[in-house]
């Protein structure tokens, strides 16, 4: 299968690029290196060194004798060049993962609200018409966000449900409540793609994703250079990896509010999974398809004791702060989102056991010398 993955250069985008080569598809990538200069302009970077692009293909190459393709470009802002890449490359399957990926990025002031609305919105938007025009048939995968839904007071559908309404039935897109302009970019996304699948028979798998944890892939651990980046800062890190390295540094795990907030949560060997799955069972022609990609439901504070846990198994003291939460969110509330259509697809889980955590640790402990501890804190405030 040809397969175009868009954010190849990404924390999801590498690993899927080289998962899905080694299991002998034709890869090619697209990526206007837009995120390296966001960290650039925020002053933060991966725990891990990430090598250019470049290189990195170039080592995979090495390693395993499979050229990942690479074609540079802004999906957002240049429509001709996109069309001209589908062309070129003639793919069967498009994975998306080109947007800005992070919450409190897109709340700092107007201006990164309006960036992050315009790369995530328009790009979708140009990889729409890029499909239509050159080849209807390509199946889109595009990585939504369990953000989408918030934190409703009902159970959490995949995607659609079934509404009676004054004594008539209907089926509709499950009602959004996002918590914050990225996640506001994902349900425009969404409302887009549903639209054109309707009108113009498209075909999409949107894939709302809990937040992912960890760097370790088969083909990560090939070799340090095949690294994806790993952030820990309050702004691109996750609260795991959050976790983990104020765990390594003896810093006290922030947990924001009372800890009460619940999330569904994935490892990134799951991530490559899911999206094989969608690939190899694509959706049909005219379907929007959501698949709700998570595999457990965790709080804050479960979260921070099992940190805790794995890291004083490895000797390490570790102190738990409860910090005034900077979002304006839900803390304690009802929290059931279904998650089946991944697993009857033939998803197996990774879950989150004490030998992940420790690995993630010591990960972390060899690479704590580079740690910023002035990035660790949450800067970035909902409501001044």
Not at 17 to 32: I, P, T
Not at 109 to 129: P, W, Y
């Amino acid at each position: 299968m040809r397969i175009l993955i868009l954010g190849g250069d990404g924390y999801l985008g590498w690993p899927t690029a080289m998962y899905l080569s080694k299991r002998g598809h034709d890869v090619a990538v697209v990526d206007n290196m837009i995120k390296r200069f966001w960290e650039s302009e925020i002053g933060v970077e991966p725990l891990l060194h990430v090598r250019p692009f470049h290189l990195r293909a170039k080592r995979w190459l090495e390693q395993t004798g499979k050229h990942i393709e690479f074609f540079a470009c802004d999906i957002a802002n240049n429509h001709r060049h996109i069309y001209k890449i589908f062309e070129q490359f003639e793919p069967d399957t498009v994975i998306h993962y080109a947007e800005q990926p992070s919450a409190p990025f897109s709340m700092i002031d107007r201006e990164k609200c309006i960036s992050t609305q315009h790369n995530n919105v328009l790009g979708t938007l140009n990889i729409i018409f890029a499909i239509q025009h050159t080849n209807p048939n390509i199946h889109l995968i595009k990585l939504g966000t369990m953000g989408e839904y918030g934190t409703p007071n009902i159970d959490i559908e995949e995607g659609w449900m079934e509404l009676e309404h004054n004594g008539r039935k209907d089926r509709v897109l499950f009602p959004k409540k996002p918590h914050s302009f990225y996640h506001l970019s994902k349900v425009h996304d969404s409302a887009n793609l549903e639209f054109v699948c309707r009108v113009w028979g498209s075909r999409v798998t949107d894939l709302n994703q809990g937040v992912v944890y960890g760097i370790s892939t088969d083909e990560t651990d090939m070799d340090p250079e095949l690294n994806t980046s790993f952030h820990y800062d309050s702004v691109f890190g996750t609260v795991i990896n959050r976790f983990v390295v104020q765990a390594c540094r003896n810093i006290p795990l922030t947990v924001y509010g009372s800890g009460a907030q619940t999330r569904g949560y994935l490892n990134i060997r799951d991530t490559l999974r899911c999206v094989e799955l969608a690939t190899l069972n694509p959706a049909n022609c005219g379907e929007f398809r959501v698949f709700n990609q998570f595999t457990e439901q965790f709080n804050l504070n479960s979260l921070a004791e099992k940190v805790k846990d794995a890291a004083s198994g490895m000797g390490l003291k570790v102190k738990i702060n409860h910090v005034s939460n900077p979002r304006i969110e839900q803390e304690n509330h009802y929290y059931n989102a279904k998650h089946s259509a991944l697993l009857q697809l033939g998803l197996k889980p990774h879950l989150l056991t004490d030998d992940v955590l420790s690995n993630m640790i010591q990960i972390a402990l060899l690479n704590k010398d580079r740690v910023d501890e002035s990035k660790i804190m949450p800067t970035v405030k909902w409501k001044s």
